[in-house]
């Protein structure tokens, strides 16, 4: 089993910038994670990708954040993090950490609230 748990979130102005971190603890051996990720969901929408990492360091992003957002993961202590600058008012939303691997198995963490003020 394993448990993610986001911390950072917060209310910003926009324009500003915070940076979330997901921590990871439980049965996790590195070498077994296949894809690690941020999502979002903002009320009333359907979750959605922000961007994700895999083990062998190929990075995705979301058209919307590109260029301001940028995944890192810490292997030795698991974690995981979101720099996030450049912040809009449409970036509010509950931020998500995901852990995918290669057994097929899933873990979500709780999120964390993203609220940036125009």
């Known amino acids: 089993q394993v448990q993610l748990v986001e911390s950072g979130g917060g209310l910003v102005q926009a324009g500003g910038s915070l940076r979330l971190s997901c921590a990871a603890s439980?049965?996790?051996?590195?070498?077994?994670?296949?894809?690690t990720g941020w999502y979002r969901q903002a009320p009333g929408k359907e979750r959605e990708m922000v961007a994700t990492?895999?083990?062998?360091?190929?990075?995705n992003y979301a058209d919307s954040v590109k260029g301001r957002f940028t995944i890192s993961r810490d292997n030795a202590n698991n974690l995981m993090y979101l720099q996030m600058n450049s912040l809009k008012p449409e970036d509010t939303a509950v931020y998500l950490c995901?852990?995918?691997?290669?057994?097929?198995?899933?873990?979500w963490g709780q999120g964390t609230q993203v609220t940036v003020s125009s």
């Open positions: 995901n852990f995918r691997f290669w057994v097929g198995t899933e873990y």
């Open positions: 990492l895999t083990r062998g360091g190929s990075i």
């Open positions: 439980g049965s996790i051996g590195t070498g077994s994670i296949r894809v």
